[in-house]
């Protein structure tokens, strides 16, 4: 996938469809309505990077606790009713969850200096963000189910099966391919393994490790309650 100029690429995502026109004119900032994130050379898409923008807590959501937040927030640009996108998002923390109990000690011993002021756990948003219906360039726009920035690479997951034609998931994936971007077909048993093989291997040992190069945890920035 080929970056374009200094600031890399920009990634439409969250959308189900979106006028090409729009699409066109898509440069690495904000545009009204449509969610961007921008992937930069040797800087992972982090759940606490910019990319992410956590609207602000509705008053149900007023003690629920930050990930679960941002758990909502991607199932919902997954759009309505996509049952198997949301399943996606639950392992997905799932996993990041279990890494983090399974590197518990590791984690401790960084923290230990600061006296409590951070948990282990705090280090679930350094992990990367997956971008629900990501418009990847190849060299047009091609929709994956979640697309990863891994700083060195994309990743392209694609559901399995696919509500597509054979011939167009065909086609879909050959244009991912011919663009650069990595494939990566996740099916219903790799959500339902209890050792989150599929996750590890997607990611990486690098970023399965998210924790790594972070200096301290840091949550996304959180947006205050809206007036009512």
């Not at 469809?17 to 800087?43: F, H, I, M, N, S």
């Not at 606490?48 to 008053?59: E, R, T």
């Not at 997905?92 to 951070?118: C, N, T």
Request: aromatic residues 10%.
């Amino acid at each position: 996938m080929r970056m374009t100029g200094r600031d890399g690429i920009a990634i439409p995502y969250g959308v189900e469809q979106w006028p090409l026109e729009r699409l066109a004119d898509v440069r690495a900032k904000r545009l009204a309505g449509l969610p961007l994130a921008a992937a930069r050379p040797g800087a992972m898409l982090r759940i606490n990077g910019d990319a992410l923008d956590l609207p602000p807590p509705v008053p149900s959501e007023a003690n629920m606790p930050m990930t679960m937040r941002i758990a909502a927030h991607l199932k919902r640009l997954c759009g309505g009713w996509n049952v198997n996108a949301a399943r996606f998002i639950d392992r997905y923390f799932a996993f990041l969850d279990h890494q983090i109990a399974h590197h518990r000690a590791e984690l401790d011993a960084r923290l230990k200096p600061f006296d409590g002021l951070f948990r282990a756990e705090d280090f679930i948003y350094s992990a990367p963000l997956p971008l629900p219906h990501a418009l990847l360039a190849a060299p047009d726009f091609v929709k994956a189910d979640f697309a990863f920035w891994l700083g060195d690479r994309m990743v392209a997951v694609l559901l399995a099966p696919s509500p597509l034609t054979p011939i167009a998931a065909r086609r879909r994936k050959e244009r991912l391919t011919a663009a650069g971007i990595a494939l990566t077909e996740c099916t219903a048993a790799d959500l339902n393994d209890p050792n989150f093989a599929w996750f590890a291997a997607t990611l990486g040992p690098e970023a399965s490790r998210f924790w790594q190069g972070e200096a301290l945890p840091a949550a996304p920035s959180a947006s205050p309650l809206p007036d009512f």
